[in-house]
C-alpha cells in the first residue's frame, strides 16, 4: 500500500480527515524548505503538496506567485526540490510527499528521468497543473511505473466526460478546486461543495480533497465535514510571507489550529 493510501486508511479509521498544505519550495528562503515541511507534519499535517517554482504558475493568484518568485530570485530548481525531498526522508518516512507544478519543468528534465528521480527522493504523487487528463496517459503510465500517484484537479465547471477520465486516470486522490479562479480566492460555499462532492463520488472511489479558498479553521471544520481531506495553500503561505525570519514557527502554530478545528467533533477518537 502506497503511503498516500496508507494516511487516508489510517485517518478513515480514527474518524478524522486529512490535512493538506501546500508551501513553495524555497520560499522564503532555500534553508527554510525542510524546516518548514517538518513544521507543518509537527502541526497536524497527514500529507505535504510540495510546490515546484515556475515563472509563470497560470493557475496560482499573487500569493503564491510572489512565492515562486521568492524562490526562483534564490535560483530554486526541480532538482533542488527532489533533493529537500530526499532530507525531509531522513527524519519522516511516514509523510506523504506530492510535488506539484507545472510541465514545464517536468518536461525540461524529462518525464522518464523526473519520474525515476521523484521516486527515488522519496516522493509519493504528482500534480502537474496543466497536463489535461487527455494528453495524461503517457505520464501516468511513466509514474505508474515507478509507483507514484498522478493527482487530477477538478473544478465546478469539470463536465461529465472529463469526470470520468480523470477517475480513470486518477491515484491517490482527487484534488477538487472549490471555486473557479486562481488560488487565494474567497467565500466557499460549503452547502455547493457538498452537491458537487457526491457528484464526483459517483464516478470514483478515490479519497477527495477539497482547495482554494480555505483560509480559517472553521472554514477547514466545515469542510472537513464533506470532504475527505483540506488542502490549504494561499493563507499559509501568506504567513510565510508575512514574518519570514519566523517562517517556521508561523507555520506549525497556524497549522496546529487548523488541525484543531478540523478534530474538534471528535474528541477521543483514535489518533
Partial sequence: MSRIAATFARLEKSGRKALIPF???????PASCVPLMHALVEGGA???????PFSDPMADGPVI?????????HGVSLRDVL??????????????VVLMGYANPVEAMGVDHFAKAAKAAGADGVVVVDYPPEEAEKLV????AVSLDTIFLLSPTTSDARLKQVAAL???????????????????????VAQRLARIRSHTKLPV????????????RNIA??????????????????????AVNRARVFMAGIRAAMDRDIKGAAA
Fill in 170 to 192: 486518477g491515484r491517490g486522490y482527487l484534488y477538487y478546486v472549490s471555486l473557479k479562479g486562481v488560488t487565494g480566492a474567497a467565500n466557499i460555499d460549503v452547502a455547493d
Fill in 46 to 52: 497527514d500529507i505535504i503538496e510540495l510546490g515546484v
Fill in 225 to 246: 465535514q464533506v470532504a475527505d481531506a483540506v488542502v490549504i495553500g494561499s493563507r499559509l503561505v501568506q504567513e510565510i510571507e508575512a514574518a519570514p525570519d519566523d
Fill in 83 to 96: 533533493g529537500w525531498v530526499a532530507e525531509f526522508r531522513k527524519a519522516n518516512g511516514e509523510t506523504p
Fill in 23 to 29: 508551501i513553495t519550495a524555497g520560499d522564503p528562503v
Fill in 141 to 144: 503510465e511513466t509514474l505508474d
Fill in 65 to 73: 506567485q510572489r512565492a515562486s518568485e521568492r524562490a526562483l530570485k
Fill in 209 to 220: 480533497g477539497v482547495g482554494f479558498g480555505i483560509r480559517d479553521g472553521e472554514t477547514a
